[in-house]
Each structure stands twice: as C-alpha cells, then as structure tokens.
C-alpha cells in the first residue's frame, strides 16, 4: 500500500507570489505602521481565525487611519502583497493529483482570498479555484491558523488520514515545525513550487514514480 496519500500546500509564496512590505509600505502612505497595530492589540490574528468580520477588520484600521482612508483605500492597501501565481503552479498542482489528494491549508482571511479569486477569474478564467484542490482548509472559515497543533490535527480527521500519510510543503519555519512535532512530513521552501518539488517529494516517498 502507499505510503503518501495526500500532498498539503500552503498559499502564499508556495502557490502565490507575495510581497508583505508592498503592503506595509501601503498603510505607511496611509499613515499608520501595521506592525506597531499587530503588537498593541490582536486583530490581525483575530481576523485569519474568523473571529472578527471583515467590516470589523476595516473598522479598527479605518479608526487607527483617523478616518483619513476610505474603505477601499484601505482594502487596496491590504491586497497591495498579493501578485500573481504563475500558469505553471496551477500544471504542477494538477500533476500531483495525479499522484496524490492536494489539498490547500492557508492562514488568511476573506478579503484577501476574494482579491485571489478575482485575480484567477481574470488572469486564469480556465481554473476554477475550488476544483484546483481536493479540500480547502482556510484558517477564517475553520477558526484555527497554523502553526498551533489543532489546525494540523483538523485537517488530518477531515481527510480521514495519518500524519506520516501526508506530506505538508509551507514557507514559514514555525509552521513546519508545528507539523513536524505530530509526526506530518514536512517539506520547507522559500519558493513557490516548480519541478524541484518532485525531486523533494521522492526523497519522503520512496513509491513516488513519474512517467
């Protein structure tokens, strides 16, 4: 029987290319510094788990902005990180169905993953963003965000399979060292998936044979 039976993707830099500091200098225009908001109070994580509405969301920064924004000021200043994903990406997911369940666990938020669908419609009107994965795994639709164990635990009941059943690729260091403490193999990168990744697969599952 084999071993891997699911291959878990994270979203941004993996799948999509993004630039935080795009988004940073964004609200820097605007008049506020994003990191001195996420240290005085917790809305930014508040907001990947689902426990503030997006018209909360913009609220807080709307009110830390004095006013001085407008609400799609600042969603265009929010969305500002999020580039573009790469005609490639979307081959190699379908490859690895080939092989594997794919399936996308993501911290992120409603306002951002509506700019992502827009961005697909318009740019890859041939993809479908549901039927890209076989599960997604949002963090604001499910209430937990990695790298807490709950998050990793969730989805391996959703998909009903082992941790050593499934191999998870993410960007973030604590993230991976999340799932590596519940036994998931982990593959860390700093790079949006291409062909290494087969490469980096067949190093974890030694029946991973390609054509």
């Given at each position: 029987?084999?071993?891997?039976?699911?291959?878990?993707?994270?979203?941004?830099?993996?799948?999509?290319?993004?630039?935080?500091?795009?988004?940073?200098?964004?609200?820097?225009?605007?008049?506020?510094?994003?990191?001195?908001?996420?240290?005085?109070?917790?809305?930014?994580?508040?907001?990947?788990?689902?426990?503030?509405?997006?018209?909360?969301?913009?609220?807080?920064?709307?009110?830390?902005?004095?006013?001085?924004?407008?609400?799609?000021?600042?969603?265009?200043?929010?969305?500002?990180?999020?580039?573009?994903?790469?005609?490639?990406?979307?081959?190699?997911?379908?490859?690895?169905?080939?092989?594997?369940?794919?399936?996308?666990?993501?911290?992120?938020?409603?306002?951002?993953?509506?700019?992502?669908k827009d961005y697909i419609s318009k740019y890859h009107p041939h993809e479908d963003w549901h039927s890209t994965?076989?599960?997604?795994?949002?963090?604001?639709?499910?209430?937990?965000?990695?790298?807490?164990?709950?998050?990793?635990?969730?989805?391996?009941?959703?998909?009903?399979?082992?941790?050593?059943?499934?191999?998870?690729?993410?960007?973030?260091?604590?993230?991976?060292?999340?799932?590596?403490?519940?036994?998931?193999?982990?593959?860390?990168?700093?790079?949006?998936?291409?062909?290494?990744?087969?490469?980096?697969?067949?190093?974890?599952?030694?029946?991973?044979?390609?054509?």
């Amino acid at each position: 029987m084999k071993k891997i039976k699911a291959v878990i993707l994270d979203l941004g830099v993996v799948i999509i290319n993004i630039d935080q500091e795009k988004t940073l200098r964004a609200f820097e225009r605007l008049g506020i510094d994003l990191e001195d908001i996420n240290e005085s109070m917790p809305i930014f994580k508040q907001y990947e788990k689902g426990e503030i509405s997006d018209e909360d969301f913009i609220r807080t920064l709307k009110s830390a902005l004095k006013g001085n924004a407008t609400e799609d000021q600042i969603i265009k200043a929010w969305n500002a990180m999020i580039l573009d994903i790469p005609k490639h990406r979307f081959r190699l997911i379908g490859e690895l169905r080939k092989h594997y369940n794919v399936h996308l666990l993501s911290n992120t938020n409603s306002i951002h993953i509506q700019e992502i669908k827009d961005y697909i419609s318009k740019y890859h009107p041939h993809e479908d963003w549901h039927s890209t994965f076989d599960k997604l795994f949002l963090s604001y639709e499910i209430g937990l965000r990695k790298p807490d164990a709950a998050i990793y635990n969730h989805v391996l009941n959703e998909i009903n399979l082992k941790p050593e059943e499934t191999i998870f690729v993410d960007d973030s260091r604590a993230n991976i060292k999340g799932a590596e403490k519940l036994g998931i193999n982990c593959i860390w990168t700093q790079n949006g998936i291409d062909k290494w990744l087969w490469d980096e697969l067949k190093k974890i599952d030694s029946d991973l044979h390609l054509d």
